[in-house]
């Protein structure tokens, strides 16, 4: 379990990265969000778990420079009192979770284990989508037109009314749209169609 911890209190850094390396964790240590982002291809993490006000980049500027890259990486904040309001305003733009100082090792720990583990489920919805738009993108305009009718819950006598056809062709539309998108199942069509949509869990 790779973390990239970045804080530019040194002490903080290094007595951090001890207790995360006590407790099983491969730690990449930065003083800054800008080192991090200069190392970043290379570290791999699978979550970051940064201060919030920082010199330069500060954490928000941080999480938003990822996102800019489609990063899916957890971000977790560690935040001061007086960085409550900045760390809900992380939470509301993607941030993972936030940690108040002083916090509970354990809360930590527990933290990062559960972003490792939901970075892992977005890199592999990620990499779904794409093979699945790959998949669309050979569907034809009509085919399409049927996946979403039959993702909204359209019966087939419905959509050939909309579409102005047969609803026996329409079911021939819909077992080829199936085959195309490799769909075992109407309910499993229905999920891609929604993990398209970004409405998938």
Same mark, same amino acid.
Request: hydrophobic letters at 45%; aromatic letters at 4%.
């Given at each position: 379990?790779?973390?990239? +911890?970045?804080?530019? &209190? #040194?002490?903080?850094?290094?007595? !951090?990265?001890?207790?995360?390396?006590?407790?099983? @964790?491969? %730690?990449?240590?930065?003083?800054?969000?800008?080192?991090?982002?200069?190392?970043?291809?290379?570290?791999?993490?699978?979550?970051?778990?940064?201060?919030?006000?920082?010199?330069?980049?500060?954490?928000?500027?941080?999480?938003?420079? +990822?996102?800019?890259? &489609? #990063?899916?990486?957890?971000?977790? !904040?560690?935040?001061?009192?007086?960085?409550?309001? @900045?760390? %809900?305003?992380?939470?509301?733009?993607g941030a993972f979770d936030f940690i108040e100082k002083?916090?509970?090792?354990?809360?930590?720990?527990?933290?990062?284990?559960?972003?490792?583990?939901?970075?892992?489920?977005?890199?592999?919805?990620?990499?779904?989508?794409?093979?699945?738009?790959?998949?669309?993108?050979?569907?034809?305009?009509?085919?399409?037109?049927? @996946?979403?009718?039959?993702?909204?819950?359209?019966?087939?006598?419905?959509?050939?009314?909309?579409?102005?056809?047969s609803p026996r062709t329409v079911e021939n539309y819909r077992a080829w749209v199936?085959?195309?998108?490799?769909?075992?199942?109407?309910?499993?069509?229905?999920?891609?169609?929604?993990?398209?949509?970004?409405?998938?869990?």
């Amino acid at each position: 379990m790779k973390v990239a +911890l970045i804080e530019d &209190d #040194a002490a903080i850094l290094n007595s !951090l990265g001890r207790l995360l390396e006590s407790r099983g @964790m491969s %730690v990449h240590r930065y003083p800054s969000a800008e080192e991090f982002l200069a190392d970043f291809e290379a570290a791999h993490p699978g979550c970051v778990v940064s201060d919030i006000r920082m010199p330069g980049l500060s954490g928000l500027d941080l999480q938003r420079e +990822l996102r800019n890259r &489609d #990063a899916t990486l957890p971000v977790i !904040l560690i935040t001061g009192h007086g960085d409550i309001a @900045m760390a %809900v305003k992380a939470i509301k733009e993607g941030a993972f979770d936030f940690i108040e100082k002083p916090f509970d090792e354990e809360r930590l720990v527990s933290s990062i284990v559960g972003a490792v583990h939901s970075g892992q489920r977005q890199r592999v919805k990620q990499s779904e989508r794409a093979t699945l738009e790959a998949r669309v993108a050979e569907l034809s305009p009509r085919q399409r037109q049927v @996946m979403q009718f039959v993702a909204d819950g359209l019966s087939s006598k419905e959509i050939a009314i909309r579409l102005g056809i047969s609803p026996r062709t329409v079911e021939n539309y819909r077992a080829w749209v199936m085959e195309k998108m490799d769909a075992v199942n109407l309910a499993d069509l229905i999920r891609k169609v929604l993990l398209l949509r970004g409405d998938a869990d």
